[in-house]
């Protein structure tokens, strides 16, 4: 399996933005798909998960603010609304296989800064 991810870029705090991540390869044997960031100097955290049937998952932090879809099998999306200083860090693009293998796509970095 292989991430695409795309979006990310500089937003002002209050500000919105839109992650995508599409995965190619053998897509079928994907269950979860979803987001992990780091910031400098702090490990990997995750964001947002979501499940091959809806079931999402949020770190307490972006609860309210961030939103997770599916859009497809193998296709997710992370919908960031009132952005914030403590939200930069570089996304990453996750997917996790029914025997619990872990993909990782390229990092995306976000800046939320004025």
């Known amino acids: 399996v292989q991430l695409q991810a795309s979006g990310g870029g500089l937003v002002q705090p209050g500000g919105s933005l839109r992650l995508s991540c599409t995965a190619s390869g053998s897509i079928f044997t994907i269950n979860l798909m979803g987001w992990y960031r780091q910031a400098p100097g702090n490990q990997r955290e995750l964001v947002a998960t979501?499940?091959?049937?809806?079931?999402t998952n949020y770190v307490d932090s972006v609860k309210g603010r961030f939103t997770i879809s599916r859009d497809d099998a193998d296709a997710v999306s992370l919908r960031m609304n009132s952005l914030k200083p403590e939200d930069t860090a570089v996304y990453y693009c996750?997917?996790?296989?029914?025997?619990?293998?872990?993909?990782w796509g390229k990092g995306t970095q976000v800046t939320v800064s004025s």
């Open positions: 979501v499940s091959r049937w809806g079931t």
């Open positions: 996750w997917a996790a296989d029914y025997s619990g293998l872990n993909y």
